[in-house]
Antibody, heavy 114, light 112 residues
Framework: QVQLVQSGAEVKKPGASVKVSCKAS????????LHWVRQAPGQSLEWMGW????????KYSQKFQGRVSITRDTSASTAYMELSSLRSEDTAVFYC???????WGQGSMVTVSS | DVVMTQSPLSLPVTLGQPASISCRSS???????????LTWFQQRPGQSPRRLIH???NRDSGVPDRFSGSGSGTDFTLKISRVEAGDVGVYYC?????????FGQGTRLEIK
């Protein structure tokens, strides 16, 4: 079936980077874009950026510009979101979602703590 | 950025009764292609968001017809005709007509 499977939970120290993966299956991954969305504990959803999986074009929210990088490996049907210079406020669940937000990954919990 | 304002933020509802959530955007969500890019999501406790309604009024496959979306321009509504126990969770609206994509604050639906 069509699904997005994300990597597991991570614990990072302030100032470090984290890289979260999102593997697509059940459809042709290069035919759809992928979004990344952050959800801090008890908070709403926050769009971080988007990648055109077919050609690799990206677009980022100004809020995360300079700290986020979204890439993809078409041979592995996998996209990646790397967030650098982590701070405690980045503690959140990170989701990937297919282009029209019709399919979501299960979420990856990232905890930033010294 | 386009600001999405939902109301109410908390919605206690009796089982079997209707519920309504409002979402207002700070700019029109009508895109140059003529479509209105307003989406509604349901997030049950501990789960990923699930898309319910796209392009303001198109219900997704598998979504009960108790859920309906309406509205145009900057003013949108999600209605649940008869609330069931499984509807408990947080409901979000999202606009996709302008970069960056933005979400509402969420409306927490609970059973009274």
């Amino acid at each position: 079936q069509v699904q997005l499977v994300q990597s597991g939970a991570e614990v990072k120290k302030p100032g470090a980077s984290v890289k979260v993966s999102c593997k697509a299956s059940g459809y042709t991954s290069t035919s759809y874009a992928l979004h990344w969305v952050r959800q801090a504990p008890g908070q709403s959803l926050e769009w971080m950026g988007w990648i055109n999986v077919g050609n690799g074009d990206t677009k980022y929210s100004q809020k995360f510009q300079g700290r986020v990088s979204i890439t993809r490996d078409t041979s592995a049907s996998t996209a990646y979101m790397e967030l650098s210079s982590l701070r405690s406020e980045d503690t959140a669940v990170f989701y990937c979602a297919r282009s029209a937000f019709d399919i979501w990954g299960q979420g990856s919990m990232v905890t930033v703590s010294s | 950025d386009v600001v999405m304002t939902q109301s109410p933020l908390s919605l206690p509802v009796t089982l079997g009764q209707p519920a309504s959530i409002s979402c207002r955007s700070s700019q029109s969500l009508v895109y140059s292609d003529g479509n209105t890019y307003l989406t509604w999501f349901q997030q049950r406790p501990g789960q990923s968001p699930r898309r319910l309604i796209h392009k303001a009024s198109n219900r997704d496959s598998g979504v009960p017809d108790r859920f309906s979306g309406s509205g145009s321009g900057t003013d949108f509504t999600l209605k649940i005709s008869r609330v069931e126990a499984g509807d408990v969770g947080v409901y979000y609206c999202m606009q996709g007509a302008h970069w960056p994509i933005t979400f509402g604050q969420g409306t927490r639906l609970e059973i009274k």
